[in-house]
């Protein structure tokens, strides 16, 4: 009996959200996240005494709490089956790669959805104070959810990299931190003096940063969004590279 | 049938399986055999799409597991050597998965997975964690997962090791009664398991076949099949002895003390099926009581060791 492939990707995607709740790991990493996202929020932004009712100093922060969160959200992806011995009984399944690639990566986009949505506490509290721009702060959900869907791509490809889940988050948060400050302005301004005009600007158009803040701005770019699409292929692809060329 | 087709793999330039053809049909158990290492794992993942095979393919129900591996694996149920299960999902919910992923579905599902459970042994671990169980359960589960979805042709790399001899003895049983209607290739270094459940055997060594016959056959190879040992009541005479030499080798064995028993061991220089009835002949006239004769049968396990040891050590 040969399943449809949406089938077998809700097959993967289901064991796979599974796997994280049946473990503490689920309930820890959205406790911290919670927690550094309101700390940073209200202890370091202040957004109470900015005395407006807008959220930038909530979303400003998430490229950073995501390069730390999101490699450990990761980072099990294809370490776990090879250090287990499961990657062999995964791939003699009758199971595309492209299948398991998807469940699994939507499975991990899926739990940071549910992340970000517990977040809204804090829209809650800027309507109580005053009155924000709503679609606004939609804009800038979905940028952020597109930017973590980036990572994530990022973090499942170096987690076919290796049976460590500890290798496989320190380059996560390399390769993640390498793609956050092409665009983070400090960079951008030495780039600005030593390097010609256009490269430093083709540099930046790299960042996850640059294509984050016009979300962050309420702004909704199709660009922006191909952009995050376009990594998050890129790296889906080459993540079924590695696999297809593992060990030959 | 599964059909091997000249499969090789090279490993940093090492050839651990080399050109490896046979075929395997429906109804025939099919015994694999070699010592550790010698490339018996490795074909095993190639002919299941796990391994890329350098060269060569394999073709399962007429779909080629290179070209149309989705079709190939469907019809295939494959019990690695690790035997690797989801340590942290209960041994019910690892099944469902697998019988999800075989395109089960609602109540079908359910059924598969608690047949499979039924067939394995594993009713009182159902809601167990798997990390929590003995490595026989494991076995047992990564079983089940093997035969869950009913397939016409099974892969089975070392399916008892780690049982006891009581569940050792139930899944052969289970094998042997599966092998009436699917073509099962199973490796496994007991041999007596080999004569008991397998028709045919195929052994290999550094990655090549090097036989290929019924285990009865093979036994056959061993220089000592149709030799004859005997104890006689009395030492034998002088002349008794030299007819006897010229049935064979004759080699004395060591007697029990107590006795005045002699036990001599002859290997006749070629196989002779009335070596028995001759040796008899020849005590009686010469008035020597036979206390006990026996004819060996060979043993799988030197002809194994013959056929396995490299030549250039001889």
Same mark, same amino acid.
């Given at each position: 009996?040969?399943?449809?492939?949406?089938?077998?990707?809700?097959?993967?995607?289901?064991?796979?959200?599974?796997?994280?709740?049946?473990?503490?790991?689920?309930?820890?990493?959205?406790?911290?996240?919670?927690?550094?996202?309101?700390?940073?929020?209200?202890?370091?932004?202040?957004?109470?005494?900015?005395?407006?009712?807008?959220?930038?100093?909530?979303?400003?922060?998430?490229?950073?709490?995501?390069?730390?969160?999101?490699?450990?959200?990761?980072?099990?992806?294809? &370490?776990?089956?090879?250090?287990?011995?499961?990657?062999?009984?995964?791939?003699?399944?009758?199971?595309?790669?492209?299948?398991?690639?998807?469940?699994?990566?939507?499975?991990?986009?899926?739990?940071?959805?549910?992340?970000? =949505?517990?977040? @809204?506490?804090?829209?809650?509290?800027?309507?109580?104070?005053?009155?924000?721009?709503?679609?606004?702060?939609?804009?800038?959900?979905?940028?952020? =959810?597109?930017?973590?869907?980036?990572?994530?791509?990022?973090?499942?490809?170096?987690?076919?990299?290796?049976?460590?889940?500890?290798?496989?988050?320190?380059?996560?948060?390399?390769?993640?931190?390498?793609?956050?400050?092409?665009?983070?302005?400090?960079?951008?301004?030495?780039?600005?003096?030593?390097?010609?005009?256009?490269?430093? &600007?083709?540099?930046?158009?790299?960042?996850?940063?640059?294509?984050?803040?016009?979300?962050?701005?309420?702004? @909704?770019?199709?660009?922006?969004?191909?952009?995050?699409?376009?990594?998050?292929? =890129?790296?889906?692809?080459?993540?079924?590279?590695?696999?297809? !060329?593992?060990?030959? | 049938?599964?059909?091997?087709?000249?499969?090789?793999?090279?490993?940093?330039?090492?050839?651990?399986?080399?050109?490896?053809?046979?075929?395997?049909?429906?109804?025939?158990?099919?015994? @694999?055999?070699?010592?550790? $290492?010698?490339?018996?794992?490795?074909?095993?993942?190639?002919?299941?799409?796990?391994?890329?095979?350098?060269?060569?393919?394999?073709?399962?129900?007429?779909?080629?597991?290179?070209?149309?591996?989705?079709?190939?694996?469907?019809?295939?149920?494959?019990?690695?050597?690790?035997?690797?299960?989801?340590?942290?999902?209960?041994?019910?919910?690892?099944?469902?998965?697998?019988?999800?992923?075989?395109?089960? &579905?609602?109540?079908?599902?359910?059924?598969?997975?608690?047949?499979?459970?039924?067939?394995?042994?594993?009713?009182?671990?159902?809601?167990?964690?798997?990390?929590?169980?003995?490595?026989?359960?494991?076995?047992?589960?990564?079983?089940?997962?093997?035969?869950?979805?009913?397939?016409?042709?099974?892969? #089975?790399?070392?399916?008892?090791? $780690?049982?006891?001899? !009581?569940?050792?003895?139930?899944?052969?049983?289970?094998?042997?009664?599966?092998?009436?209607?699917?073509?099962?290739?199973?490796?496994?270094?007991?041999?007596?398991?080999?004569?008991?459940?397998?028709?045919?055997?195929?052994?290999?060594?550094?990655?090549?076949?090097?036989?290929?016959?019924?285990?009865?056959?093979?036994?056959?190879?061993?220089?000592?099949?149709?030799?004859?040992?005997?104890?006689?009541? !009395?030492?034998?005479?002088?002349?008794?002895?030299?007819? #006897?030499?010229?049935?064979?080798?004759?080699?004395?064995?060591?007697?029990?003390?107590?006795?005045?028993?002699?036990?001599?061991?002859?290997?006749?220089?070629?196989?002779?099926?009335?070596?028995? &009835?001759?040796?008899?002949?020849?005590?009686?006239?010469?008035?020597? $009581?036979? !206390?006990?004769?026996?004819?060996?049968?060979?043993?799988?396990?030197?002809? @194994?060791?013959?056929?396995?040891?490299?030549?250039?050590?001889?």
């Amino acid at each position: 009996m040969i399943p449809s492939s949406f089938h077998s990707i809700r097959a993967v995607f289901k064991r796979e959200l599974m796997s994280y709740f049946i473990t503490p790991v689920a309930y820890v990493f959205l406790v911290i996240f919670l927690i550094l996202q309101a700390f940073f929020t209200f202890q370091v932004s202040r957004l109470f005494e900015s005395g407006q009712a807008d959220l930038r100093p909530f979303f400003d922060w998430h490229p950073w709490i995501f390069l730390f969160l999101i490699p450990a959200v990761s980072m099990r992806l294809w &370490s776990d089956e090879q250090r287990q011995g499961t990657l062999e009984l995964l791939l003699t399944l009758p199971l595309s790669l492209t299948a398991i690639i998807l469940g699994k990566f939507l499975a991990a986009w899926t739990f940071i959805a549910l992340a970000l =949505f517990l977040t @809204f506490p804090v829209v809650l509290t800027v309507l109580y104070l005053g009155n924000p721009d709503l679609s606004a702060i939609f804009c800038a959900y979905i940028g952020s =959810f597109f930017m973590a869907g980036a990572f994530l791509s990022v973090g499942i490809f170096t987690s076919a990299l290796t049976r460590s889940q500890v290798i496989s988050f320190v380059l996560t948060l390399i390769f993640c931190l390498l793609f956050v400050l092409a665009g983070y302005p400090p960079v951008m301004d030495m780039l600005g003096t030593s390097a010609p005009q256009s490269l430093a &600007s083709f540099i930046a158009s790299l960042s996850f940063l640059t294509h984050f803040n016009t979300f962050a701005m309420g702004i @909704f770019d199709l660009r922006d969004l191909v952009y995050y699409l376009s990594v998050i292929v =890129f790296m889906l692809t080459a993540n079924g590279i590695l696999l297809v !060329n593992r060990r030959s | 049938m599964i059909e091997v087709k000249d499969l090789s793999k090279d490993f940093n330039g090492k050839r651990a399986v080399d050109a490896i053809s046979f075929t395997v049909d429906k109804g025939e158990i099919l015994g @694999f055999l070699g010592p550790n $290492g010698a490339g018996k794992s490795t074909t095993m993942r190639m002919i299941t799409g796990y391994l890329p095979p350098s060269s060569g393919t394999a073709v399962i129900d007429g779909f080629d597991i290179l070209t149309q591996p989705i079709e190939a694996r469907a019809r295939l149920g494959y019990l690695s050597e690790t035997a690797p299960v989801y340590p942290e999902m209960s041994v019910r919910e690892f099944l469902l998965f697998c019988a999800e992923v075989r395109g089960f &579905s609602g109540k079908n599902r359910d059924r598969a997975a608690d047949d499979a459970m039924d067939r394995c042994f594993l009713k009182n671990v159902v809601h167990q964690p798997i990390h929590t169980l003995s490595k026989g359960y494991r076995q047992r589960v990564s079983f089940a997962q093997s035969i869950l979805h009913d397939p016409a042709y099974l892969i #089975l790399d070392e399916p008892t090791d $780690g049982l006891d001899p !009581n569940q050792k003895h139930e899944v052969r049983q289970m094998i042997q009664a599966m092998g009436e209607a699917k073509a099962i290739l199973i490796s496994t270094h007991i041999l007596d398991e080999v004569e008991a459940l397998c028709p045919r055997a195929l052994i290999i060594s550094e990655g090549r076949i090097v036989a290929d016959d019924s285990p009865e056959k093979l036994r056959r190879q061993d220089p000592d099949y149709g030799a004859c040992t005997l104890t006689l009541n !009395n030492p034998p005479p002088a002349g008794l002895m030299q007819e #006897l030499s010229s049935l064979g080798e004759v080699r004395k064995e060591h007697p029990d003390r107590d006795t005045n028993t002699a036990k001599l061991h002859i290997r006749p220089r070629q196989y002779q099926p009335d070596l028995s &009835s001759q040796i008899e002949g020849l005590c009686r006239r010469s008035g020597t $009581g036979i !206390n006990e004769l026996f004819i060996s049968q060979g043993r799988l396990d030197t002809v @194994f060791r013959m056929l396995t040891t490299p030549k250039n050590a001889a």
